[in-house]
């Protein structure tokens, strides 16, 4: 396998890209008006595109809102990008809170709609 990466699908590309950008750092490394693709400055291998929902590449049962997905970020401090959340006014589902498994985690919901589940490790 040469790459693997999850594809985000929106009316709003550049709107979702942003997010992502002033929310975990990512970086452009692709733009485009129906595709941009995402990376970790750190982290090259770690991907995120942005897509089009309409764009004539995308089967159209997918065009629809997207529904069963949570999209998992593990991060150094989950409180830090929840403080990020906040003065961004990003639709907060759930605040930070320990979990069972050992993690700190928050959900909250991209321009697109898509879950984001921002965890960190307790201790």
């Not at 907060?92 to 498994?101: F, H, S």
């Amino acid at each position: 396998m040469h790459r693997c990466f999850t594809n985000i699908l929106t009316e709003e590309v550049a709107v979702t890209a942003a997010f992502y950008e002033k929310l975990l750092g990512l970086q452009r490394q692709f733009t485009s008006d129906w595709f941009i693709s995402l990376v970790d400055p750190d982290n090259p291998g770690h991907e995120l595109g942005i897509l089009n929902q309409t764009s004539e590449i995308v089967p159209a049962r997918a065009q629809r809102a997207p529904a069963g997905v949570i999209l998992t970020f593990v991060v150094a401090d989950c409180d830090t990008v929840y403080e990020q959340a906040v003065t961004m006014n990003a639709n907060i589902v759930e605040a930070p809170r320990e979990m069972p498994y050992g993690q700190r985690r928050m959900i909250l919901r991209d321009p697109a709609g898509t879950f984001i589940d921002i965890s960190s490790p307790i201790g």
